[in-house]
């Protein structure tokens, strides 16, 4: 008994690391898109980030100073995507699924001299005083300042969204520009830093997988990690709290997926691995059924990403 | 505060919307701006509140000339106005809204520090004073539109606004409620504010209104003080001609009257989205016009989709000549015999990115061959156009490059084409002025006469008292009156709107029968 709960606690703890990427890029799309505008890009902002990050954290030897790097690289990318849909009224989808290839590229070009190196980590709770913590301390211990930093922006997001002035705009924004503009509120303003925002936390999300959760550099290594993070905020039905649910499913289903190789069963590993995708994507159809009506939390100005401009 | 436009000239294009307009505005004062729609009467505001400068003349307020370049210095000035278009968010609720819309938000607004200070005493003083039983954590997608005017009233009075625009307030409210907010507007102009009404109902400004002014075609007519004008004399100010109501003939052909009714609707329930109808049973015989009241947003739009087979039924029937048409047993489906005019027509009946020609071929598309002949659908196309005057009047134009009630007027014309057994029109001559709702109602009639039964949805109950040969009252999905002509009485027919009572009209025949109006 007591094994198995162990053995579930270490699952769910290792759901939580594997999940911390997904998470923050989940909670930085969530709020890009309660401003009314929608970033496929962020995919390759993360990727950005991870290769910005694990760079500076192996050519500096601080790898904090790569975390803000990640974070710096991740908010230029999304600049790309402001400057087209914002600036240019250019089509959201195509404008993101421009920023998502740019940063594909980008990264793969810049990060071929990273490859293989080594970096110092961030470290983790492991000799504080977490780990004398009796039964707990050895699931706690392992967890990293990313995972922490990104718990703590859920309360954060959340405050900030639902009890004050500027989310409360915010958030009048995402549900219709235009009668957010009739009250006399430029919607631009909030849409620009939502962008930044979600490019921010995508990029700690790369910086959190490069240079935190693997110490590696690989190209392409997100591996759709931030397009499943765009589905999860559907399921997360654009509210921080949910997101963390959310981003633990992907994070079972990868833990799951490791532990069903390690235990050697016998299917393929390719197959496997497509684990961490095919489970959220049913939970996000089954959690969609019956939502239709209500549109599931959904923000009412997103409609217009589907609407040509006239 | 006392404003005064002078010399106001806007245009759009060719269009002259306003055209040398001048208007004082006094403390304490009701101005009606009485017109039709199109007269210019909104943009006339509309450059007042700074949405739009105007191209010439000049608005001065307190003896001073005054840029309004945007919403926020009319604000400033305090000219507040409340839209024929709530700016309400509906996912938010009560309190967000009226937040949003308040000059100075406190930055915290934690409900629990929040709630005893003086700030959200202040946010909702006036809606506690004209909605005392209002929770302000309501959302608003889930109050009634009456409640969201007064929402929207509250919002601009918590501007501190003296000079009130109130654009069409009326055209959405029951008449009970409109006789609450007359009251309301009363008191405020006694507070000392001003209080400008645009309106095209008599009622409002008999109800309240110091002062008249009559606009046409972007022209002011006439101002006159209340005393000095009467209902027929306004009337005739406002349409220009005397082309009136009177002269279409409204009767039902004595022949068809007798003859058992072609469209029988049977317990009819269906669901779609916020929507719903519930036990809807009605019988429409020959030649007849059978007018459906209500506030809009009460299932009118749901029966009309699940008359003409848009959206399924849940239970009940649809018969026509004895044929099952729509059933809840299956799949619902369109017919070529049936007309549909939808509300909105520039969205939900044509495709804006495709030609006129093809927006007429669309409605009997089953009919066209693999290769279709295009010249006979232009040839009709011409024909739509000009009986109805469409403008402009070229059939390869994309349906989107047209006005609203352009669009209409196709549709209303593709619609009457061909021969009918059930016409469904919603609210065919929203947006049009009286020349082209005077020629619409025509055709209507006319093809009453050729033998179809008509279901004409609209909010304009003098028009359908007029026109209609029996009134149904939908309310909350149900028929909550059914009243022949000698029982068409306003306060009747809105109680009836607001399910205050039930009238003596049996509301729902539980077996079909025929129910001829004289």
Same mark, same amino acid.
């Given at each position: ?111 071929? %001299? ?19 913590? %009796? ?130 069963? %016998? ?31 959904? %923000? ?11 | ?117 003086? $700030? ?44 009130? #625009? ?27 504010? $001003? ?81 719903? #109808? ?13 007018? #459906? ?61 495709? $030609? ?6 669309? $409605? ?20 739509? #156009? ?133």
């Amino acid at each position: 008994m007591e094994s198995f709960v162990t053995e579930l606690l270490t699952l769910l703890f290792a759901a939580l690391r594997s999940a911390t990427p997904v998470l923050a890029v989940v909670l930085g799309e969530a709020m890009t898109q309660r401003s009314g505008v929608i970033n496929l890009g962020v995919e390759g902002q993360m990727l950005l980030g991870a290769m910005t990050g694990f760079a500076v954290a192996s050519i500096s030897g601080d790898p904090w100073l790569g975390v803000l790097a990640a974070c710096g690289a991740g908010i230029a990318l999304s600049m790309v995507h402001a400057i087209l849909v914002l600036g240019c009224r250019a089509n959201q989808i195509a404008s993101g699924v421009a920023v998502l290839i740019l940063g594909g590229g980008l990264s793969a070009y810049y990060g071929i %001299p990273f490859v293989g190196n080594k970096i110092d980590t961030l470290g983790n709770l492991n000799h504080t005083f977490v780990s004398d913590i %009796p039964l707990l301390g050895q699931f706690l211990g392992p967890i990293t300042p990313t995972v922490l930093i990104t718990l703590l922006a859920i309360p954060a997001i959340s405050i900030f969204l639902f009890r004050t002035r500027t989310g409360l705009r915010w958030r009048s924004t995402g549900e219709s520009q235009e009668i957010t503009r009739n009250l006399g509120h430029s919607p631009v303003p909030y849409q620009l830093a939502a962008i930044a925002f979600g490019g921010l936390m995508s990029g700690f999300a790369g910086a959190a997988l490069a240079v935190d959760y693997t110490a590696n550099w690989v190209e392409g290594m997100t591996a759709g990690r931030g397009l499943v993070a765009v589905g999860l905020v559907i399921v997360a039905r654009w509210n921080p709290w949910y997101a963390l649910p959310a981003a633990l499913l992907f994070g079972a289903s990868e833990a799951l997926n490791l532990k069903l190789q390690s235990w050697g069963v %016998p299917i393929s590993p390719y197959l496997l691995a497509t684990l961490p995708y095919l489970i959220p994507l049913s939970v996000l159809m089954l959690s969609y059924r019956g939502l239709r009506a209500s549109g599931g939390g959904m %923000p009412a100005g997103l409609r217009v990403v589907f609407q040509s401009a006239r | 505060m006392e404003i005064q436009l002078y010399n106001i000239t806007k245009r759009f294009g060719e269009v002259t919307a306003n055209d040398g307009i001048s208007l004082d505005i006094r403390e304490g004062e009701v101005i009606a701006l009485l017109g039709e729609n199109g007269a210019g009467k909104s943009t006339l505001m509309k450059m007042l509140f700074g949405l739009y400068t105007p191209d010439e003349g000049s608005i001065l307020v307190n003896g001073r000339e005054t840029l309004i370049d945007s919403p926020q210095k009319a604000m400033s000035l305090g000219i507040g106005m409340v839209f024929q278009q709530f700016n309400l968010v509906p996912a938010l609720s009560v309190l967000d809204n009226l937040l949003l819309a308040y000059p100075r938000p406190p930055f915290w607004t934690f409900r629990r520090l929040f709630g005893e200070g003086a $700030s959200q005493q202040n946010v909702l003083a006036y809606l506690e004073e004209l909605a005392p039983g209002l929770d302000p954590n309501t959302l608003v997608r889930d109050l009634s539109v009456g409640q969201r005017q007064l929402l929207e009233l509250v919002k601009v009075l918590n501007l501190n606004a003296k000079v009130l #625009i109130l654009d069409e307030p009326t055209s959405v409210l029951p008449p009970q409620e409109a006789e609450r907010l007359w009251g309301l507007i009363r008191k405020m102009a006694e507070a000392g504010r $001003s209080i400008v009404l645009i309106t095209h109902k008599m009622q409002d400004v008999m109800a309240c209104a110091h002062r008249v002014v009559v606009m046409r075609a972007g022209k002011m007519v006439q101002a006159l003080t209340r005393e000095n004008c009467s209902e027929a004399s306004l009337v005739s100010l406002m349409m220009g001609d005397s082309s009136q109501r009177s002269d279409i003939d409204t009767h039902r052909d004595p022949d068809l009257a007798g003859k058992p009714p072609r469209i029988s609707l049977r317990g009819l329930h269906a669901n779609h989205g916020v929507q719903s #109808i519930d036990n809807i049973s009605l019988d429409i015989g020959p030649g007849e016009i059978l007018g #459906i009241a209500g506030v809009s947003g009460n299932g009118q739009h749901l029966l009309a989709d699940a008359l003409v087979g848009l959206v399924p039924l849940s239970r009940g029937e649809v018969i026509i000549d004895g044929v099952v048409l729509q059933s809840a047993s299956r799949a619902p489906k369109t017919s070529d015999r049936v007309a549909y005019i939808p509300e909105q027509p520039a969205v939900n009946a044509v495709a804006g990115d495709l $030609s006129l020609t093809v927006n007429v071929a669309l $409605s009997h598309f089953r009919q066209l061959r693999f290769f279709p002949a295009w010249g006979p659908e232009e040839e009709k196309t011409r024909d739509i #156009i000009r009986r109805y005057q469409v403008r402009p009047d070229n059939p390869a134009l994309g349906a989107g490059q047209l006005s609203g009630g352009n669009l209409q007027k196709l549709v209303v014309g593709r619609e009457l084409e061909g021969p009918r057994d059930l016409i469904v029109a919603a609210y065919p001559t929203m947006g049009l002025d009286a020349g082209a709702a005077h020629d619409i109602y025509q055709a209507l009639f006319t093809k009453a006469r050729e033998g179809a039964a008509v279901l004409w949805i609209s909010e304009d109950l003098d028009d359908l008292m007029s026109y209609a040969h029996r009134i149904a009252v939908l309310q909350g999905g149900r028929i909550s009156g059914l009243f022949n002509p000698d029982q068409f009485d306003r306060l009747d027919i809105g109680r009836a709107m607001t399910g205050e009572h039930l009238p003596t009209a049996d509301p729902a025949p539980a077996e079909p029968q025929a129910r001829i109006a004289s």
